[in-house]
């Protein structure tokens, strides 16, 4: 790995102050996870890195009812799924925390470096669209907010200007009667990403036999990360039953524009996008029973 210059400031300002010094030889580096592998594999290079994790704001995790969830971008899975009450308020989302690599990765690995190293296979983001995430990202001339489902533009890039850091993600307090479940399909049981990945999240009525309102949002299935908006709507007013997510599972299908590789065919992701949309409909009704009982 070619050397680089390491700095680890302890605030905001400054880190911005050091990655606009430097454009864009200056790189992030949080978990290290992906970005480790890159400089070392030569995929990218760095003349200056900039450690983010000393920043208090980065390492946030601040969970209040009423308020909802501010998550420091560099807070990493383990710290999640640790937390007590994270499980309940955002399924999805822990569901994807558990299961990318193994826990030594799970330990480094933060949500803010899944989110900013833009894999349209990344696990966190399907479960950051359906909750409806905030991106806070902080440059040398101000900050700014995006909504999580504007943030990637393509395969390994997004939004983010030479110079600016996401600093924390913004997830508002599920409403009543609701819950999410994240599942991907891969082709061994653990180290592997996602063939196609579906997160969905449902809002039932008071009856709590009718879906009031419903989001899905699907990996590895499109250049980024992608909302399946007309099936999501699909569900609205619909009894909460297997017939229902059956025909949303199938309208899922038209938000995918898939490559095939060597992990799957195209007709294969699409396919897995209705068996996944489905399975994850049913968790997240499953879960709102439990609840409930
Ligand atoms: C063995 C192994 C297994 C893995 N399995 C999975 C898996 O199952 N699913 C999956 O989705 N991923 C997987 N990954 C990828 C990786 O763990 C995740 O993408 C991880 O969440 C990245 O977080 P990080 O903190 O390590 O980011 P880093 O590697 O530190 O950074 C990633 C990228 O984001 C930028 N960045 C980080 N934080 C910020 C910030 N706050 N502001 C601006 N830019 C920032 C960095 O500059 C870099 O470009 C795996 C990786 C390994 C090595």
């Known amino acids: 790995m070619k050397d680089f210059e390491y700095s680890a400031p302890d605030d905001l300002q400054t880190a911005t102050a050091l990655l606009a010094e430097h454009g864009e030889r200056a790189r992030v580096l949080a ?14 290079s760095a003349d200056f890195v900039v450690d983010v ?3 208090p704001e980065l390492m946030a995790l601040d969970y209040r009812a009423k308020q909802g969830l501010t998550l420091g971008a560099s807070t990493s899975c383990s710290q999640l799924y640790e ?5 309940t308020a955002y399924p999805a989302l822990i569901d994807a925390a558990r299961i990318i690599g193994g826990w030594q990765i799970q330990t480094r690995a ?7 190293n833009s894999s349209p296979a990344a696990d966190t983001i399907p479960p950051l669209l359906v909750h409806e995430a905030t991106c806070l990202i902080q440059g040398q001339a101000g900050s700014r907010e995006i909504p999580a489902s504007e943030f ?3 395969p390994g890039q997004n939004v983010l200007q030479p110079g ?14 609701s819950s999410s479940a994240y599942e991907r399909f891969i082709p061994r049981n653990e180290m592997d990403i996602a063939v196609a990945g579906a997160a969905s999240w449902i809002q039932l009525d008071a009856s709590g036999q009718t879906i009031e309102e419903a989001r899905i949002a699907l ?4 250049a980024t990360p992608v909302m399946a908006t007309e099936a999501a709507e699909s569900l609205r007013g619909k009894p909460a039953t297997a017939e229902s997510f059956a025909e949303a599972g199938e309208l899922a299908k038209n938000a995918a524009s898939p490559i095939s590789d060597m992990r799957g065919t195209a ?3 699409v396919h897995l996008c209705s068996v996944l949309t489905q399975r994850t409909l049913a968790r997240a009704l499953a879960r709102i029973q439990e609840a409930g009982s």
């Open 152 to 154: 990637c533009t393509g």
């Open 83 to 87: 937390h007590p009450d994270l499980a």
């Open 219 to 222: 990996a590895a299935v499109a």
């Open 53 to 55: 994790k000393n920043i």
């Open 164 to 177: 600016e850091l996401l600093v924390t993600l913004q997830l508002p307090e599920p409403a009543a009667n």
């Open 110 to 116: 933060s949500v803010g470096g899944n989110l900013c």
């Open 31 to 44: 978990g290290g996870t992906d970005i480790i592998v890159q400089l070392r594999e030569g995929l990218c």
């Open 267 to 269: 007709e294969y992701r």
